[in-house]
């Protein structure tokens, strides 16, 4: 037996409608389009979800301390570095070449190399043509040069032969500040193949001598007496460096020695 529903045919359910209808394209409100999740709850005052906040970069200058401290200690190693190698190519060139980029230099060697040349020792006085002489005809005997500091002059005739061996001769005048003197003094005190006298008639207040060249100067606080010493002591040697400066004349005066030991004529 067949149950129908009365008033007629099958009915479906009513729908109840609140009166909105959702705009054309847009989801039902409480959904979001294209997800199956409910949408966030409501902000209050009726407005939708909160959109999420942006951060905002905060612009910071550059750090110029740092930077300025980095380049400078760029610009400094690159000047040591800088330094050694110019140094150590200066170092490697030949003394004679080091010797003649001083400033001020005499090479005599190069310029008057007639005047060094000689046969043999002599005795007695000698004359030269240089004043203090830096080389040629010379007595036998040296002077001792193992850092002596004379207080008066020496023979030329004996310091002419320590050049030939080697040494660097420190001449001043006797007027030289004592202070000065000090400083000279200091140079040569103690250090082999050197000597250091007072010299009179002196055109400039001090003379260096080494066989072959020589250099003038107004002070002892000039760099270029450690220049001078550093390059021609030993090597402007015309003997080699094994020649001795021990075991020579170690009085002063300018007399030769041999005429000095030699009692008066009548």
Same mark, same amino acid.
């Given at each position: 037996m067949s149950i129908s529903t009365p008033g007629g045919p099958e009915r479906r359910p009513t729908?109840?409608?609140?009166?909105?209808?959702?705009?054309?394209?847009? @989801? =039902?409100?409480?959904?979001?389009?294209?997800?199956?999740?409910?949408?966030?709850?409501?902000?209050?005052?009726?407005? &939708?979800?909160?959109?999420?906040?942006? @951060?905002?970069?905060?612009? *910071? &200058?550059?750090?110029? &301390?740092?930077?300025?401290?980095?380049?400078?200690?760029?610009?400094?190693? =690159?000047?040591?570095? !800088?330094?050694?190698?110019?140094?150590?190519?200066? !170092?490697?060139?030949?003394?004679?070449?080091?010797? +003649?980029?001083?400033?001020?230099?005499?090479?005599?060697?190069?310029?008057?190399?007639?005047?060094?040349?000689?046969?043999?020792?002599?005795?007695?006085?000698?004359?030269?043509?240089?004043?203090?002489?830096?080389? !040629?005809?010379?007595?036998?005997?040296? *002077?001792?040069?193992?850092?002596?500091?004379?207080? =008066?002059?020496?023979?030329?005739?004996?310091?002419?032969?320590s050049l030939e061996h080697g040494a660097v001769w420190i001449t001043y005048r006797p007027d030289?500040?004592?202070? *000065?003197?000090?400083?000279?003094?200091?140079?040569?005190?103690?250090?082999?193949?050197?000597?250091?006298?007072?010299?009179?008639?002196?055109?400039?207040?001090?003379?260096? $001598?080494?066989?072959?060249? $020589?250099?003038?100067?107004? +002070?002892?606080?000039?760099?270029?007496?450690?220049?001078?010493?550093?390059?021609?002591?030993?090597?402007?040697?015309?003997e080699g460096p094994t020649a001795l400066c021990n075991t020579g004349i170690t009085a002063t005066?300018?007399? @030769?020695?041999?005429? *000095? $030991?030699?009692?008066?004529? $009548?």
């Amino acid at each position: 037996m067949s149950i129908s529903t009365p008033g007629g045919p099958e009915r479906r359910p009513t729908v109840v409608s609140t009166g909105k209808k959702p705009a054309a394209g847009r @989801p =039902a409100s409480g959904a979001k389009a294209g997800s199956g999740k409910p949408a966030g709850p409501p902000r209050a005052g009726g407005k &939708g979800p909160r959109k999420p906040v942006t @951060p905002v970069k905060v612009s *910071q &200058g550059r750090a110029w &301390g740092p930077i300025a401290l980095f380049v400078a200690v760029g610009v400094l190693a =690159a000047g040591i570095i !800088g330094y050694g190698a110019w140094a150590s190519f200066q !170092g490697a060139k030949p003394w004679d070449k080091r010797a +003649n980029a001083i400033d001020g230099i005499s090479n005599i060697r190069k310029s008057d190399p007639e005047s060094l040349k000689y046969e043999s020792h002599k005795s007695g006085p000698l004359t030269w043509k240089y004043s203090p002489p830096v080389g !040629g005809v010379h007595n036998a005997a040296w *002077q001792n040069c193992m850092g002596d500091v004379y207080d =008066a002059p020496i023979a030329n005739e004996h310091a002419v032969h320590s050049l030939e061996h080697g040494a660097v001769w420190i001449t001043y005048r006797p007027d030289l500040p004592k202070d *000065q003197v000090d400083k000279l003094a200091g140079k040569v005190r103690g250090v082999e193949k050197m000597l250091m006298s007072p010299y009179e008639g002196l055109d400039k207040p001090i003379s260096l $001598q080494a066989w072959g060249y $020589q250099l003038k100067l107004d +002070n002892a606080d000039d760099s270029r007496i450690d220049e001078f010493i550093k390059d021609l002591r030993v090597n402007a040697s015309a003997e080699g460096p094994t020649a001795l400066c021990n075991t020579g004349i170690t009085a002063t005066g300018t007399t @030769p020695r041999e005429l *000095q $030991q030699q009692p008066p004529t $009548q």
